[in-house]
């Protein structure tokens, strides 16, 4: 079946060091991969998306990668600050599937001061 | 002003109730979603609206009953609450229906005692 899921449950990061949270996804029949983030008591936040054409992706501070070799969607942060702090969320569009998004489990990013 | 409002934002019911959680966008948007967020963070899509059409249900148990009287609202109505329908639940809105770049409420967290 589908799944989109992630290596690490937990992410512990010094502040300014840079981040990588790292996700694994089983359909390689999708569109599009999109990161979130989440804060406490928030709803989810689009950060960055990639099409499935794209093997990379920048954004202010962020990056995402795809690897669809191996099926390996990863997010880059650069010099991560404490309000990077959150949980973030891999989801996959699937190209059959039509406006439905499947997310991974989710990481928590904890920014050490 | 808020682009996706969710009410109420705590919802505490007994067992059997009925409830009802409001959901309206001021994006001019023409899809929008109910998820469900489990103790573990893991988020799962309900349903899905386009144009006030439902395009998807995921299974979700014919007690709950969205309706979409417009394209700026969704509503999710919930008949004979049972335990573990305890969760968050979040509205989102997308232009289009990929899910792309969503906009999600703040969640309605929902007890049932």
């Known amino acids: 079946g589908e799944s989109v899921g992630l290596h690490l449950p937990t992410l512990s990061v010094q502040e300014g060091d840079n981040s990588i949270i790292n996700c694994a996804y089983s359909?390689?029949?999708?569109?599009?991969f999109i990161w979130y983030k989440q804060e406490s008591g928030k709803g989810p936040q689009f950060i960055i998306d990639?099409?499935?054409?794209?093997d990379k992706r920048q954004g202010q501070r962020v990056t995402v990668l795809l690897n669809k070799t191996v099926k390996h969607l990863s997010l880059q942060i650069a010099a991560t600050q404490p309000g990077d702090s959150a949980v973030y969320f891999c989801?996959?569009?699937?190209?059959?599937?039509?406006?439905?998004?499947?997310f991974g489990a989710g990481t928590r990013l904890f920014v050490k001061a | 002003d808020t682009a996706v409002s969710q009410t109420p934002k705590y919802l505490v019911t007994q067992m059997g109730n009925d409830k009802s959680i409001k959901c309206e966008q001021n994006?001019?948007?023409?899809?929008m979603y109910w998820y469900k967020q489990d103790s573990k963070k893991f988020l799962k899509i309900m349903f899905s609206?386009?144009?006030?059409?439902?395009?998807i249900n995921e299974t979700v148990p014919n007690r709950f009953s969205p309706k979409s009287p417009d394209k700026a609202h969704l509503n999710l109505h919930i008949n004979s609450l049972e335990l573990g329908d305890s969760a968050v639940y979040f509205c989102?809105?997308?232009?289009?229906?990929?899910?792309?770049?969503?906009?999600f409420g703040q969640g309605t967290r929902l007890t049932v005692v």
């Open positions: 989801a996959e569009i699937p190209s059959s599937g039509g406006f439905k998004t499947i």
């Open positions: 359909n390689s029949a999708s569109d599009y």
């Open positions: 609206y386009n144009n006030k059409e439902l395009i």
């Open positions: 994006l001019g948007h023409d899809t």
């Open positions: 989102a809105s997308s232009q289009g229906g990929q899910g792309i770049g969503a906009f």
């Open positions: 990639i099409r499935s054409n794209m």
